[in-house]
């Protein structure tokens, strides 16, 4: 694995693993923004001479190329640099000046931190989802990334109220344009999509250049961010974060990492900005609840807390994979009542989850897959489009880019849904035909015949 970057993170910390865009719930502890620290240190004798620096790349947008020069100034890259800007399909991205094979030997260089640039807006066309009119939003309409979406933007905005009362309007002097909403916007957006996360106890870095690097489905590991010791300076010594390629690439090429193996197509759209086509991202997240009204609530409660779940339970059902093993008995346990509900006095309390692996009743069984049936199909009664348009608009081709990410996430949550709904009908019919809890106690008492007749004496 060859170290395309290395760079000092000063005063020095570990960096645990790295990916790129952190968990929402990470950034919700963030009452402001992350502190960044100003200076980190780039290594400075990298590797091979240049093929083509980005500088004499006509097609690097001249920000970038002044970027590149003034790295090259500062000692950051230099001639044998093994990768540069290059203009690809995902926007910007890093071209390798020769193969990369193997790791090779660095040292290092300085570069102010805080030095952003704004992107062309065709590289974050697809980006601004907070900043999207209620129109566009509308092709979303019913979907959980609206909904997810909408939370995020009022999450944001009341953060912007906070610092724009606490850091902007104090320190008026030290923003050279008035900052909007929209700014504001911008910022999370650039922290969520390019900021390293996970570092040196959750707080993000911003590192430009390095944060040019793309994703690819096809690499499948998030080993790219390394922590290696390192010169960090004329007389010192210190923890270096290196970027490595996870695999071998060719001169000309891009560079990619995997940027989150466990985020769904949604996650990705919020984050990023794109569907990623990598199986297993297309989920639906059902949301499963024991009702307070419920009159056994109390002991419904306990055996979900028992068995690690809650009174709200969340299962991320992903398309063309198996529904999570613990859904079925959460929802027995949600449907249990009438002459069922023994299974909840005190002599089952060390059993009661084990028989709510299997069907305990028709009738239960019964009332979850209506239950799950109804669900769905109001879930899908609230998207403006059916799942045939949505593939008919696909066929058609020539969407504009916003518009097919829409239609990719709103048929995907619809292609769920279905999987869901045809799992739960199947399950209806085949209702008869299932063992359930009596069946299985009278045959270990022995009390069921070669034919499945019910005898009177223990065999
Ligand atoms: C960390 S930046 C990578 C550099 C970026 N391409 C640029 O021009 O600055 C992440 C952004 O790059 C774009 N991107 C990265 N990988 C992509 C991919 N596989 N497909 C489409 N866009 C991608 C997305 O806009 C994403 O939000």
């Known amino acids: 694995m060859t170290a395309l970057f290395s760079l000092y993170h000063a005063p020095s910390a570990s960096f645990p693993s790295t990916s790129f865009g952190t968990p929402l719930s990470t950034l919700k502890h963030l009452s402001s923004f992350p502190r960044i620290k100003r200076t980190l240190q780039f290594k400075r004798t990298l590797f091979i001479n240049s093929l083509l620096s980005a500088e004499s790349d006509p097609s690097v947008p001249p920000q970038v190329q002044t970027f590149w020069q003034w790295l090259r100034e500062e000692g950051v890259v230099s001639s044998k640099t093994p990768v540069r800007p290059g203009v690809v399909p995902e926007g910007l991205g890093l071209v ?87 700014d504001f916007f911008w910022a999370f957006g650039i922290i969520r999509s390019r900021a390293f996360s996970r570092l040196r106890g959750q707080s993000l870095v911003l590192i430009p250049l390095v944060d040019l690097i793309n994703h690819s ?49 949604a996650e990705f759209v919020l984050d990023y900005g794109f569907v990623d086509l990598m199986p297993g991202r297309d989920k639906y997240m059902l949301t499963l609840k024991i009702s307070e009204s419920d009159p056994y609530f109390g002991d419904k409660l306990d055996i979900a807390e028992s068995n690690d779940l809650g009174q709200t339970a969340c299962f991320d059902i992903i398309l063309d994979r198996p529904l999570p ?135």
């Open 325 to 459: 093993p613990t859904m079925f008995p959460y929802l027995r346990l949600i449907a249990l009542g009438g002459s069922d509900a023994f299974l909840l006095e005190s002599s089952f309390t060390d059993s009661v989850w084990h028989h709510l692996e299997l069907p305990v009743s028709r009738a239960n069984e019964e009332l979850l897959c209506r239950s799950v049936q109804h669900v769905c199909k109001s879930a899908l009664s609230g998207y403006h489009t059916t799942l045939e348009e949505d593939e008919k608009l696909k066929e058609e081709g020539n969407l504009d880019p916003r518009l097919e990410i829409a239609v990719g996430i709103r048929a995907a949550e619809k292609k769920v849904l279905q999987q869901i709904e045809t799992i739960f009908n199947e399950r209806e019919l085949g209702l008869d035909g299932l063992e359930y809890y009596h069946d299985r106690r009278l045959k270990e008492l022995g009390l069921v015949g070669e034919q499945g007749e019910i005898i009177c004496q223990p065999k």
């Open 217 to 265: 489905h096809t690499v499948t590991t998030e080993d790219h961010a390394h922590e290696i010791p390192g010169p960090a300076g004329l007389f010192s010594w210190d923890l270096l974060f290196s970027l490595r390629s996870p695999a071998p690439v060719k001169a000309g090429e891009q560079v990619f990492i995997q940027y989150n193996l466990k985020k769904s197509n």
């Open 96 to 182: 390798t000046q020769r193969d990369i094979a193997k790791t090779e030997r660095e040292a290092g260089g300085r570069l102010p931190m805080a030095t952003l640039y704004r992107h062309s807006s065709r590289v974050y066309q697809f980006y601004y989802i907070l900043c999207r009119s209620e129109e566009e939003l509308s092709e979303i309409q019913g979907t959980q990334l609206l909904s997810t979406t909408l939370d995020v933007k009022k999450y944001v905005q009341s953060e912007f109220l906070k610092v724009k009362k606490e850091v902007i309007l104090p320190n008026r002097q030290l923003f050279p344009f008035p900052i909007s909403l929209d």
